[in-house]
């Protein structure tokens, strides 16, 4: 079991500039989350694929963030025209579901990668 | 909103207590309830979940839930020092969106040597 891998782990960037992060889930897991954490806080949901498909997009996400997960497997979020606010550690995030409840043991706890903390100056 | 409230600490207890970390939720409708632990700088690791009502141990952690009281808890016993970190309370939220997390902000427990 490698974990969830995140990729890159610091980014540094200036205002205005893109960036792109890359989360590799754990290998069998169909779920894939993204979540940003800003300092004393508790990390917000972003986003949430099952498989390949998007299936929730956060009012935090606005058009400027784009998350994909082609085939199904790793992801990708980019952040277009970066601002200050968007300054924080974005986690990303998998689990297995098979269907069902957490009590039927049909869906799996989230497990987190290291995160991508971004900087913006 | 619904949301999830946490102790906001810090919290500091000797070694070999009992470390004693509180969550409320809002959401009437969620089932399920993670306790994760996060250094400094690093990402939150799943420490214990329950989503039935009663105690869960598990090692030196038991989680407590009383879904009248939409309460949650987690009890450290015989604390060490490599405790110390933040803690972060979640529940899922009701429904159709059972798979998204809504965290508390986190209790900062340090434990004394």
């Known amino acids: 079991d490698t974990g969830v891998s995140q990729n890159p782990r610091h980014k540094i960037t200036k205002r205005g500039q893109n960036v792109t992060f890359r989360c590799d889930p754990i290998?069998?897991?169909?779920?894939l989350y993204w979540y940003r954490q800003t300092l004393g806080q508790g990390p917000e949901f972003l986003t949430y694929f099952q498989n390949e498909a998007q299936l929730e997009k956060s009012r935090l996400l606005s058009d400027r963030f784009s998350a994909e997960r082609p085939k199904g497997s790793f992801s990708t979020l980019e952040i277009q025209r970066t601002e200050q606010g968007d300054s924080a550690m974005y986690l990303c995030?998998?689990?297995?579901?098979?269907?069902?409840?957490?009590?039927?043991?049909?869906?799996?706890?989230?497990?987190f990668g290291d995160g991508t903390r971004l900087s913006i100056l | 909103q619904k949301e999830v409230e946490q102790n906001s600490g810090p919290l500091s207890v000797p070694e070999g207590a009992i470390a004693s970390l509180n969550c409320t939720y809002s959401?009437?409708?969620?089932?399920?309830f993670f306790w994760y632990r996060q250094y400094s700088g690093k990402s939150p690791e799943l420490i214990m979940f329950i989503y039935s009502n009663g105690d869960k141990e598990d090692g030196r952690f038991t989680a407590q839930l009383n879904k009248a009281s939409q309460y949650v808890s987690l009890l450290i016993r015989d604390s060490q020092p490599s405790d110390s970190a933040t803690y972060l309370c979640a529940g899922t939220s009701s429904g159709g969106s059972n798979y998204k997390l809504t965290f508390g902000k986190g209790t900062l427990l340090t434990v004394n040597p």
């Open positions: 995030a998998s689990s297995l579901s098979t269907g069902g409840s957490f009590l039927a043991g049909g869906n799996q706890p989230q497990h």
């Open positions: 290998s069998e897991h169909n779920r």
């Open positions: 959401d009437r409708g969620s089932q399920s």
